[in-house]
């Protein structure tokens, strides 16, 4: 969507950027609680609502991206020469978005990480045969006292992840 806003403009991105703004009007958190709460905790439910929630970050640095790629002189020839869009959006265009979208992915996956641990403390996310940290945290707490590490190594995991996706 990003990519279609910033090449082409005009609606695309209008529209684009509307659908941008509703979702950062969700709060997260709350809308993520709400869903798996109604739905139900399993690993498929976390990573439809992350996935659905956590989209638009992509979006407005494709889209930025786009818009300055668009305006490059090599767009321009392939344009010139009749070059059709899809092969414009596919040789030169997708190629040099590329690294934008594996630093916001990197980015993203320790928000998703996060947000999942989150959910899996309060009993909404993973259920117990999966692996997680806030499930981790969870189970130990009744034994903080008498082996502080079931809580303490997953905590500063969680802890350590949380400082370096700010």
Known sequence: MGVM??????????????????????PVVLVALAVVAIVGGSLQV???VLGLLLWDRFAVVMRSSTLQIRSM????????????TKRILMTEIMPNVVNN???IATLEMAHAIILEAALSFLG????????SWGLMVSEGKDMMLFEPWLITIPGVAYYWLYWQSI
Do not use: E
């Open 5 to 26: 806003a910033g090449y082409f403009g005009g609606r695309v991105d209008m529209v684009v950027t509307f659908l941008i703004t509703v979702r950062l009007s969700m």
């Open 124 to 131: 909404l996310g993973v259920q117990p045969p999966l692996p």
């Open 73 to 84: 002189d090599y767009v321009a020839a392939a344009q010139a020469v009749g070059c059709s």
């Open 101 to 103: 979208l594996i630093v």
């Open 46 to 48: 976390v990573i439809s």
